[in-house]
Structures are given as C-alpha cells and as structure tokens.
C-alpha cells in the first residue's frame, strides 16, 4: 500500500512477544503503530487520546477483554469509526461470533502467519477513507 | 402328584367269590342231615339211597374244595350246586321225607346267587328234578295226587324267588361298585386338592421368599437411590440410598411425597419447553414413556436443600395385569464424576489455548525471519528453520486435535454447515499429502467425478476428516504402495447398502473411501479403532507418529454429519476406510 499517509494503528496484547510480532506485521503492512499496550483498560485509555485509524485487540486481556474495548469503543461517538481487528486464541466459531456481535470489523484465530495478519491489516486499512 | 398307588379298586361284591363259602354252608346242611339220619331222627327208607345222597353230598364238598374259587367256566360254577342238588335228590328218595327238601336251600341259594340268570335257570330245573326223582326212584315225597301241584309250585316259587333274590343281588353288587367308584373318585379328587394346597402353599412361600430376596435387596443398595412412584409421581419405595442421597427417612416420604418435589423446578420446566410436554412428573418420564426407558444427569435437591448430580435411569412399572402402575427411579450420585469431567475438560482447553499462545510466537517470527527480503538466509539456515517450523505445525495440528477432542467430548462441538463440494475436498486434501506422499514413495491415485458432488456440511471439518484418512493412509503404507481417494454418488437402501442407481425408497449418499496397500489393521483391533488414544499394534510396531486422536475425530465429524465410517482391513493386504454422507435431496 503506497498511502501518502500510513494509517495510523493501536495495538493491545498483554503477550509481550505477540505484540511486538503484530506491530512489526503492521509495520511490513505499511502501518504506523502509534501505541502498543498490554491491556483492555490502557488501550480504551490511549484510542480515546489519540484516535487510532485501526485498532488490533487480543480478545483476552487483563483489565478489560478485547471484546469489552470493542463494544465500548463503539458505543462512544469519538471512537466508533474505528476499525478492529481481534485477535483470540480461541477458535471456536463462538468466539468468532461473539467478536464480531461486539463489532469488530475482523477477527484473526491464533496462531495466525504473519502473512495473514499482513494481508488482514491491509485490507482493512484499504477502506479507510483517504 | 398323581395318587394311582392309593387308589382302591372298584370291588364288585358277591357273586363271582366266595364260591367255597357258600358251599361250605351247604355242606354242613348235609352234614347235619347225615347226623340226623344216623341218629334216627329222620327216617331211612331206603339206605342204599341214602347213602349214594350223603356219597355224592361228600363228592360236591371234596369238587368246591377242588374248583378254583373264582373260576371263570359257567359250567365249574354249576358243577357243586348241581351235585349237591342231585345228593338231595337221593336223599329225599331214600328218607321218602319232605324235610328232606330243606337241603335244597343250600344249593338252590348258591345258584341264584351266580352272577347272571343262568344260576336261577339251573335251580329251577334242579328243584324240578329233586322232586321228580324220589318219584320215579321209591314212593315219592308226596301223594301222587299232589306231585303235579308240587312239580309246579316248587321250581317256581325258587325260580320267583331266586330271581327277586338274583336281582336284589345284581342291584347290591351295582350299587357297591358305584359307590366303590364314587369312592375311589372321591380319593382321586382329595388327592388333586392336596396335590393343589401343595402347590399353593409353594407357590406363596416361594412369593414371599421373592418378595423378601426382592426387599433385602433394594434395602441393601445404600449408594444408589432406588425410588419407585405410582403413576401420579407419589413415592411408595424409597430405599436406604434414597435416605442417604435425599436425607429424608423412608416413613416421611413413602405416600406422602412427590418424585418432583426432589427435583429442580427450573431444569423440569426448561425440559417440558424441550419436548412440549406438561411441566413436573411428564417432563420426567416423557422419554422413558417414549422409548421404555431414559438415562440422563438430573439435578436432586436434597432435603437440607443441597443439590447432586445424578444420573436417573427411569422406567415404566407395570403391576400383575400388565398395566401401567408407575415408574422407577434408579439414581447413582455422580456429582464428583461430572466436576472431575469438567475439570479435566476445563485443563484440557487451558493448556490447549496456552500451547498456542508460545507457538503463536514461535511461528510468527519463524515467518519473519524466512521471510525477511532485508536479510536473506543460506540455504542451510533455511533448511534448520524450515525443521523448525514443520515440528511447529505438528505441534500445533496436535493442540487442535486435543481441543477438539475435548470440545466433542464436552458437546461444545457444533458445526457451520453449508454447500460442500466433496470432489473440491478431495482434490484439496490429495494437495495436502503430495510431498508427505512422495517423500515416502508412496503413489496417490485420485479418482473424482468430473461434476462437483455436493453435501450440507462444515468445509473445515469435512477437509480435517479427509486428510485424516488420507494421511493415515499415507502414513501406513510402506514405500512402494498405493493411495487411492475415491468419490462417488450412490444410493443408500432401506437396509443400509449403498448402490450406483437410483432404488426406489433409497436415499442419496456420497461416498468417500481411502484405500491403501499398507500393513493393516488386526481383525481382533477393529472395534477399537475409533476409540480416542488408541493404537493399533501395527502402528506401534512399525513406528507411525501419532497420538491416536485423527480416527475418533474423523469418526465424531462424520456422525455429526449424519454420515458412518466404515472399515475393511486385512493385515498385510491394505486398509479402506468407506465414509459415507447423506446428500441433500434436490
């Protein structure tokens, strides 16, 4: 993706060796992390100071669980325009269900390639407005 | 049983014994006479005669003495009356005295008193010639003037008389032997009574020792409630493991009590919403009344309001007339299996979604550095990563597998179903086992029908079930063999055998089968195979990787599916595994 500006991405995973892994995808994707934290309450706290373009949760975090940050972060009007990607390592159907009934725009079962994440990341961040 | 032994024969009294008695009497008569005669006392006209009678009187006596008693010759029986007629016959001839005569009782009584007639025919003829005889012999008896009133009265006053006394006889001895009967029927029927009592009294020991084994029993189970209802639910059995289980003893329950009131009311209404039926006892027995009987966990409240898990078998009770009297309860606490259960499901997901979490890692960045066109790696950095990174995916195909174990084992396994092309998952899986395939010289023979064959399925679960078999078979099969993936659409039977074309009442299946050249699989392992964990002796003797889990995952996907697998092995000769699924009716 050639995008005169990169999107701008939050990413929130209380593993330390995932999310450096994520944001270092992101990176490849042509994204820009602007924050990188380990858990639900510290990524609701960061997205609503700086309102991220796309938001990559794991599902189950300390504090609050990807799917709580996902339903809050639609529910306030500064933040629902967000898009999400959640990350679980449950893979049960459930799950994905239940992530996407939270709002999330995708969601990626663990363990996932790189690639995969790549090209989740910027198809997503292809939708965004310009 | 039968009393025959003691049964007393019907005796017919009279006529045909007893012969020698009655001569007996006629004998002494004689005797009499002779002692008379020798005394003076009756006259002696003519000695000669006199003593031809007493002769031929002794002849009859020695002759009964001789006979057989009960002699079956008509002629042996008149032979000593007719001797002992013509000994008075001489007798009357020779005294000339009609007191004489009187001897003829004797004879003339034994005659009548034969059986039949004849005995009355033959007296009437001997008193005729009794009196004719001392006629033509001497003087006679009477005046001859009287002889033809004589010869006339005499015979039938006797032939009158003997046959009032023959028929009085006649009717005696019938009555006897009809009562003799009655008599022995009467100790036939007393018998049977006896023999009945008998029977009976077994019968209800027998009743009662089975109602005793039948109550100790029941009283003996303390780990097992045993609880029996009428049909309305109310209790009228409650054994000492219901007490234990429930913590109410048996007098303050037993026909005081309801099966519900032990149970929880929300889990009895959320199963009347289930099945439709009434709320309370119908929700509990609906699928016993509907199959003959039900196994499933039940909640029990106990009286101090503790619950238990237990697993309740329920059945109908039916009471002597086959009628339907109520229902049984059979309760085994299983609280602590069920809790074990779910902790050991509850570990096995938790170490499950922990091993991803590190192979997550693992795998990432194992992609970042054999990806990473910045800083390109020798060949042989790639090739160690590149083993690296395959036992990283066998790894984590084997936490799958044990999450998914765990999740059919909990019932947490459902299915996404939609349209799937069987020919696209075979072709995908042939994919799959290319390289594991050729790198152990193993062909692989692919023989799909042009046109997609299509089935309502889960694709994810439906492919995990396909290279399970393929790579089994891949796995088993020594260099050299043959893998064959084989798709066809067929058409199950009633009877459950699948044919090519169409059969009325038959039903479209696809069948899938994976077949190979490998070692096999022992007859004796077959049922077993399934079965999760478990390996058969073939595979642990040639040393195939594996855990035992792709076969009773492959078996749980297909049963979801509606499906069967079937197997055809022989040891040394190859294995096919036949899976087959229902297809949607267009």
Redesign the interface.
């Known amino acids: 993706m050639l995008e005169a500006v990169p999107a701008r991405v939050l990413v929130a995973d209380d593993?330390d060796?995932?999310r450096d892994?994520v944001c270092?995808?992101i990176e490849r994707a042509g994204g820009a992390v602007i924050g990188s934290v380990s858990d639900g309450t510290a990524a609701l706290a960061a997205a609503r100071a700086d309102v991220p373009d796309l938001a990559v949760l794991d599902v189950?975090m300390r504090g609050a669980t990807g799917l709580e940050v996902c339903s809050a972060l639609r529910s306030e009007p500064g933040t629902a325009g967000i898009r999400i990607l959640l990350l679980s390592?449950?893979?049960?159907?459930?799950d994905v269900a239940r992530g996407l009934a939270a709002g999330a725009d995708a969601y990626l079962a663990?363990?996932?390639?790189?690639?995969g994440?790549v090209h989740q990341v910027r198809a997503l961040m292809t939708g965004l407005p310009a | 049983m039968t009393t025959a032994g003691a049964l007393t024969r019907p005796v017919v009294l009279g006529w045909s014994g007893a012969g020698r008695d009655r001569t007996l009497a006629s004998t002494a008569m004689f005797a009499a006479a002779a002692v008379l005669l020798g005394t003076g006392v009756l006259p002696v006209m003519d000695g000669e005669l006199v003593l031809a009678g007493l002769v031929t009187a002794f002849v009859a006596a020695v002759v009964a003495r001789l006979v057989p008693h009960h002699s079956p010759a008509v002629g042996a029986a008149l032979l000593v009356p007719a001797t002992q007629l013509g000994a008075v016959a001489l007798l009357g001839a020779g005294t000339g005295s009609a007191a004489s005569l009187f001897l003829l009782l004797g004879p003339v009584f034994t005659l009548v008193t034969l059986p039949g007639r004849h005995g009355v025919l033959a007296a009437v003829l001997g008193t005729a010639v009794v009196l004719l005889v001392p006629q033509l012999l001497t003087a006679g008896l009477y005046p001859p003037a009287e002889l033809p009133g004589a010869l006339l009265l005499g015979p039938l006053v006797v032939g009158l008389g003997g046959l009032a006394v023959n028929e009085t006889g006649r009717r005696v001895g019938r009555q006897a032997a009809a009562i003799s009967h009655l008599e022995a029927e009467r100790a036939t029927l007393l018998a049977q009574v006896q023999t009945r009592a008998d029977e009976l009294d077994l019968a209800t020991r027998m009743l009662a020792a089975r109602a005793q084994t039948m109550t100790s029993v029941i009283d003996a189970v303390t780990e097992q409630s045993i609880i029996g209802t009428d049909r309305d639910g109310v209790i009228r059995v409650w054994n000492p493991g219901a007490e234990k289980m429930l913590g109410l003893p048996r007098p303050d329950v037993v026909r005081k009590r309801s099966i519900v009131e032990f149970h929880l009311p929300e889990e009895l209404r959320s199963e009347a919403e289930a099945t439709g039926s009434a709320p309370g006892l119908a929700a509990l027995v609906h699928a016993a009344q509907e199959h003959g009987s039900d196994v499933r966990d039940w909640t029990y409240v106990a009286a101090d309001g503790t619950q238990r898990t237990v697993a309740v078998a329920v059945t109908p009770r039916s009471d002597d007339g086959g009628l339907h009297a109520g229902w049984n309860f059979v309760g085994t606490d299983v609280t602590e299996a069920r809790a074990t259960e779910r902790m050991k499901d509850q570990f096995v997901s938790l170490i499950s979604h922990e091993l991803r979490t590190p192979l997550s890692s693992i795998l990432g960045y194992l992609e970042l550095v054999m990806d990473d066109p910045d800083q390109p790696l020798t060949e042989e950095q790639r090739k160690y990563l590149a083993t690296v990174e395959r036992n990283a995916h066998r790894l984590q195909r084997l936490v799958g597998d044990l999450l998914f174990t765990a999740q059919v084992e909990a019932g947490r396994f459902t299915l996404q179903p939609e349209d799937v092309d069987l020919a696209a998952v075979v072709r995908a899986t042939e994919e799959t086992i290319r390289v594991a395939a050729a790198a152990n010289d193993v062909t692989v023979r692919v023989d799909v029908p042009a046109d997609a064959l299509v089935v309502s399925g889960d694709p994810v679960r439906l492919g995990q079930a396909c290279d399970n078999l393929a790579s089994n078979a891949v796995k088993f099969t020594p260099a050299g063999g043959r893998v064959t993936l084989a798709l066809r659409a067929g058409w199950r039977t009633p009877d459950g055998v699948v044919v090519s074309g169409e059969h009325p009442g038959a039903e479209p299946v696809a069948q899938l089968s994976v077949s190979d050249t490998g070692v096999g699989i022992p007859t004796g392992e077959q049922g077993k195979l399934f079965t999760r964990f478990f390996r058969a002796s073939t595979a642990q003797r040639n040393a195939v990787p594996g855990v035992g889990l792709g076969l009773s995952i492959t078996k749980a996907i297909t049963t979801a599916h509606g499906g069967t697998l079937e197997l055809d092995s022989a040891e040394g000769a190859g294995t096919t595994f036949t899976l087959t699924l229902p297809c949607p009716t267009a």
């Open positions: 593993e060796d995932i892994l270092l995808a189950s390592a449950g893979a049960s159907l459930d663990k363990p996932f390639g790189v690639a994440l």
